[in-house]
């Protein structure tokens, strides 16, 4: 059987990145339904997912997102927050809207979805939320004070919700996974120097791929990782040690 099979799922900013492979392979592993949720259009058709127009800072639109959800499906298994921006700058040159929109999106945005649908998971006593965090947020990084600090929050949230969610007997679980330097759009702000001098100090010696964030995200939303919770998952290949 696969793996998700006849699960409904959530995947915020689904549409490309690392998000769009975690949609992908959900798809690919029997999931009924996977919402893919983001500010941006998809490319990826698939009967399996619905791609919904949706910024995770917006409550009304989650609200109304949830309720038709809950309504046609009953139950989401599977919370993957993934959506999350960057606005780099030193302390000094950071100014308050650059600080606003990263928390707003990367960690109030988790908040807003989590709180909207953790009640459903809640009631029928079972899911998996997996947070998407980061190698900044478990240690720092110059120019990014905003993002670490997302980043960090949305660490110390996963510790919270995987004792608050698993309340009264219900097994719903709450994990974070910490990727290190990935392959995607989101790079493409860092120079070609600063990226070199990251491969070197990885003994894998190069950046990680979006599939192998998907499929470590794929393990924490799965059964086989049923006694996992509250768990911050590196992701990095071996960048700290
Ligand atoms: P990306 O920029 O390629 O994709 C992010 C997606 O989120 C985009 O489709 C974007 O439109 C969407 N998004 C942005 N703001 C949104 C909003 N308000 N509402 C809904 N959707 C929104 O980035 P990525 O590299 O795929 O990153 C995915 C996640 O992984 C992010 O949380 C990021 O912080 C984290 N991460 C990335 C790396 C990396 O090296 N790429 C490393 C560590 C952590």
Known sequence: MKRLQGK????????????????????NEGAQMVFSLDVIESQFESPNVRHVVLDVTNREQITAFVETVKKEFKQIHVLVNN???????????MDEAMWDHVINVNLKGVFNLTQAIAPIMMENR???????????????????TNYAASKAGVIGMTYTWAKEFTR???????????????????????????????CKKNPLGRLGKP???????????????????????????????
């Open 83 to 93: 959506a999350g921006i960057t606005r780099d700058a030193l302390i000094q040159k």
């Open 168 to 198: 009264k007997g219900a097994a719903v679980r709450t994990n974070a996974i910490a990727p290190g330097y990935i392959e995607t759009e989101m790079m493409e702000t860092v120079s070609a120097k600063v990226i070199e001098s990251i």
């Open 8 to 27: 409904v799922a959530v995947v915020t900013g689904g549409a490309r990145g690392i998000g769009r492979v975690i949609v992908e392979t959900f798809v």
């Open 126 to 144: 079972e899911g998996s939320i997996i947070n998407i965090s980061s190698v900044v947020g478990e240690y720092g990084n110059i120019g990014q």
């Open 211 to 241: 599939q192998e964030i998907a499929n470590a995200v794929l393990f924490l939303a799965s059964d086989e990782a049923s006694y996992v919770n509250g768990h911050v998952l590196s992701v990095n290949g071996g960048l700290r040690l």
